[in-house]
């Protein structure tokens, strides 16, 4: 994998983990920010500068095999869009700079998934087929943020339009383009075959990734329709979890074999998170959950941490782990563990204060200085990954 990029890639996710770091430290002391302008800096660059570069850059890898200078030099201008985002957001919030950043970044995500469906040439049909639905996924998605615009201009911020133009984007991006894609990756290296099984897995993937949605439009106009729609999106996507099961379960043992002996542990660490994810999201089948769910912040913030730290960013470090960039030292095991212990904490922690909240308890003590403190792991982790990183391709990035 090329070393520079990753390097880049990790660099945008420890700056995303301080400014999520900060956002917690707000509620101790204040920081001089904007919470609201921060807090959309930090989701911006955690999702567009982490986890999307880090795709494109295993997309090109691994699905590219002549690699045109053209993605090298895209690869540049989506970080310069993401390091605009990174230091206007905070400041000024969604206004002329930062939406011109964002812009750029849709428009340069647009190109290359030209430049995938151009250049791509992958023998296997399950690894293509989940490439090109996963960026089918990320293109939909932005249909979201264009109904921002008119959504402020005919109805405003605080209508159900605006509110579900936003939840469009975010539900196409992480459970379609970005798990998708590491499904992608993970396939294959899994050398998943076509077969009836996966065909059922893919059909399922698709159909309750679509139907789920009803969930976050139930929240802003309410209607008993869409808690039907989002059941049967529920049911479909825990058979969907079985399917994945099955089929990945005869290809794991060929994958760790011969493994960096933190990957497995890694990979292990991602697949659970991925259950989980599933297993909770079900719960939204009982209405009074979801209603729970959408009234206390920490349940969202859990789970949207969940899916992005344990499951997205879980898969992409495995995925590293697999490279040969990181080399087999205290640092790489102080900063997988570390960034694991502090996933841990803070969800544990989140989990306990929403349901004291819940049920009027109230709130823990010092639980704003525990969940900063118990925060302070995740850029720890990311920082001596990094080191490793460094450390081991200084003299040598290609």
């Known amino acids: 994998m090329p070393k520079k990029l990753v390097v880049i890639c990790l660099i945008n996710f420890l700056i995303a983990a301080v400014m999520g770091l900060a956002l917690r430290f707000s509620f101790l002391e204040s920081i001089g920010l904007n919470y609201r302008f921060l ?49 206007s957001f905070p400041f000024q919030g969604y206004a002329i700079i930062s939406i011109s950043f964002s812009t ?32 089918i996924f990320m293109v939909v998605s932005t249909i979201g943020v264009w109904c921002l615009g008119p959504a402020v201009a005919t109805l405003g911020q605080a209508s159900a339009f605006y509110q579900i133009a936003i939840q469009f984007f975010l539900h196409f991006q992480f459970n379609g383009w970005f798990l998708i894609a590491v499904i992608a990756v993970f396939f294959h290296f899994l050398k998943v075959e076509d077969s009836k099984q996966f065909r059922h897995f893919f059909t399922l993937l698709i159909v309750s990734t679509v139907l789920t949605f009803a969930l976050p439009i139930q929240w802003f106009a309410p209607h008993q329709s869409l808690l039907f729609i989002n059941g049967l999106g529920i049911m479909l996507q825990v058979v969907m979890l079985y399917k994945f099961i099955q089929l990945i379960k005869p290809k794991l043992e060929v994958l760790m074999t011969n493994a960096h002996k933190l990957m497995r542990p890694m990979f292990m660490f991602a697949l659970v998170c991925f259950v989980l994810k599933v297993l909770f999201q079900s719960l939204s089948i009982f209405p009074a959950f979801s209603e729970v769910v959408y009234e206390h912040r920490n349940f969202v913030i859990g789970f949207i941490h969940l899916l992005m730290l344990g499951v997205i960013s879980g898969f992409l470090f495995a995925f590293i782990l697999k490279s040969d960039l990181v080399t087999n030292s205290k640092s790489l095991t102080i900063g997988i563990y570390s960034f694991v212990l502090g996933f841990l904490l803070t969800e544990i922690l989140l989990l306990i204060q929403g349901i004291m909240f819940f049920y009027g308890i109230g709130i823990l003590p010092n639980y704003y200085l525990l969940l900063f403190l118990f925060s302070v792991f995740l850029p720890l982790g990311i920082g001596f990954i990094l080191l490793n990183i460094y450390g081991n391709t200084k003299d040598k990035f290609t």
């Open 104 to 135: 750029l970044h849709i428009f340069c995500s647009y190109y290359f998934v030209y430049l995938i469906f151009k250049h791509q040439k992958v023998n296997s049909l399950v690894s293509r087929k989940l490439l090109k639905t996963s960026l």
């Open 39 to 87: 807090t959309h800096a930090h989701s911006h660059v955690a999702m567009l500068g982490w986890v999307y570069l880090m795709l494109f850059t295993l997309f090109v890898h691994y699905f590219i095999p002549e690699k045109p200078k053209i993605f090298n030099r895209l690869f540049w201008i989506t970080e310069f869009a993401v390091v605009g985002m990174m230091l």
